[in-house]
């Protein structure tokens, strides 16, 4: 099971470019060969991964550490020169929720707010580094090669997702200039130093936007597998089965008879939710059931246990067990993050308002600007063909199941989650907010249309960078928050300040 999900990170087309799912090395060569914009995409990640990943490191030691009350388990056993060297490059990436992630990938699910992380990043960071990086054991410990595979996985997952962005913008968008452009502004994102760290946000992006891509193809058995994959990186992967629904609820209205979509449909939906019903059964097991198995933990473990008022398996079963549905996510959530309906609606939490405020106001911007420019098509929950001088772009009728999608985030973010996680939580699940702005710039500066292409392409994203002055208002608002939130956002995070 690893190997094929190597495979698909190192070359995920196999699954894509083709309606058999079969993968010919010809036919990837041909097609990067006559699509400049890819290549472009490619290149341009790349440079932004490789821009995050050396700032990160300068603002690591430029910064002395803040002393968060964050969860920061003891290193078990002594660092080498190798470790050194390791945490001075890498040791940005591995702050905050990050702890978490390689605290799973080295001990397993020890503690029970540990099980408020999914287990699809711990077993890919686990498998390289056991794997690939195990002939490093003797210079490096575990937690040094995990954080060396994390930070290779989401430089690959981070730029195989803009590369799927593009192509989901291609087909929904019908306007191959628009797509690269957002392919380019998510390259730059203001969450992309979380692109970079030991999070699920690239890998949940990249199987979300692969997904919706083979949706948009009419792939829906592939598309399953890919959001199916985004289940298992993060819990809001459930919602993704609402693109499937809705899709065949649209294919059923406007085509009669169409049984067979609907079965395709219910095992896609069911592929979905599983990854979600097979982790809370682990979790109920491991929690609520007695056991004669003994876990050996480390005392350092223990120790900390005692210290911070963890819980540890098996030492008691927790009442969230007698429940009529024992899901312990949600009860994590609620216990340990105060997570739930307006409860984060508190005087001394403004200032995180105020860092999820750029995020919100474009995110309303987004659906304002689509709704009251598709009434009819919104009225009609985008399932009927209305009259409409609108055929392709941001306008485009496919777009509306992008902006309920976000519209649903957006509300259920700012009242039930820590609102400061808005920002992560949109930019790695919304495509329709790098389109809408594509589609603010073009607007604003129709000049780059009229770039030169041929065998290469201009960038457009830099061309905007050097014609700063003469940009309009609203184009630099969108370019200085990506850059500001980048920059800023990779200063605060590696120093385990108020940005996560």
């Not at 690591?60 to 080498?80: E, K, Y």
Request: aromatic content about 14%; overall charge positive.
């Amino acid at each position: 099971m690893f190997f094929l999900l190597c495979k698909f990170l190192v070359c995920p087309w196999s699954l894509l470019l083709n309606t058999d799912m079969g993968w010919s090395w010809s036919n990837w060569k041909m097609w990067w060969s006559h699509d400049p914009f890819l290549q472009e995409v490619v290149r341009f990640s790349l440079w932004c991964r490789g821009i995050t990943f050396f700032m990160q490191v300068a603002f690591n030691q430029l910064i002395p550490d803040h002393n968060a009350d964050a969860f920061s388990p003891p290193r078990l056993g002594p660092n080498t020169l190798g470790d050194n060297i390791v945490e001075l490059l890498f040791g940005g990436l591995g702050r905050w929720d990050a702890e978490h992630f390689l605290f799973i990938a080295e001990h397993g699910y020890v503690y029970e707010h540990n099980m408020a992380f999914f287990p699809l990043l711990p077993l890919l960071i686990g498998g390289l580094a056991q794997g690939p990086l195990l002939p490093l054991a003797g210079l490096l410990r575990l937690r040094s090669r995990l954080l060396i595979s994390s930070a290779f996985l989401n430089c690959v997952c981070s730029t195989l997702a803009a590369v799927s962005l593009y192509l989901l913008g291609c087909v929904t968008l019908q306007s191959r200039r628009s797509a690269f452009l957002s392919a380019l502004l998510f390259c730059m994102s203001p969450v992309s130093i979380f692109m970079a760290s030991t999070y699920s946000e690239s890998l949940y992006v990249l199987a979300t936007f692969a997904g919706l891509w083979q949706l948009q193809k009419h792939r829906t058995i592939c598309s399953s597998a890919f959001l199916s994959l985004a289940t298992a990186a993060r819990s809001n992967g459930l919602v993704n089965a609402g693109f499937l629904l809705h899709s065949t609820v649209k294919e059923a209205i406007q085509r009669k008879n169409y049984s067979g979509k609907l079965l395709q449909t219910i095992f896609g939906i069911v592929l979905i939710i599983l990854p979600f019903v097979l982790f809370q059964c682990f979790c109920f097991v491991r929690s609520c059931l007695e056991s004669d198995e003994n876990q050996q933990i480390p005392q350092e473990l223990v120790q900390l246990a005692i210290e911070k008022g963890y819980r540890v398996h098996k030492t008691h079963i927790p009442a969230w067990c007698s429940l009529r549905f024992p899901l312990a996510y949600s009860h994590i959530q609620s216990e340990y993050w105060d997570v739930g309906l307006f409860r984060y609606f508190k005087l001394q939490q403004l200032p995180n308002f105020l860092l999820a405020s750029p995020v919100m106001i474009l995110s309303i911007c987004t659906i304002l600007e689509y709704t009251s420019s598709n009434l009819e098509l919104c009225r009609t929950l985008g399932l009927w063909k209305v009259q409409s001088k609108y055929t392709n772009g941001f306008y485009g009728p496919h777009v509306f199941v992008y902006v309920a999608h976000l519209a649903a985030l957006t509300g259920f973010g700012f009242l039930c989650m820590h609102v400061q996680v808005l920002t992560r939580l949109l930019f790695s699940s919304c495509p329709v907010l790098y389109w809408f702005c594509s589609h603010v710039i073009h607007k604003n500066e129709p000049w780059i249309l009229g770039l030169k292409r041929g065998k290469t392409v201009s960038n457009p994203a830099l061309q905007l960078l050097l014609a700063w002055t003469s940009l309009q208002q609203g184009t630099r608002i969108i370019l200085a928050y990506f850059f500001g939130y980048w920059v800023i956002g990779t200063a605060l995070h590696v120093n385990f300040l108020p940005w996560t």
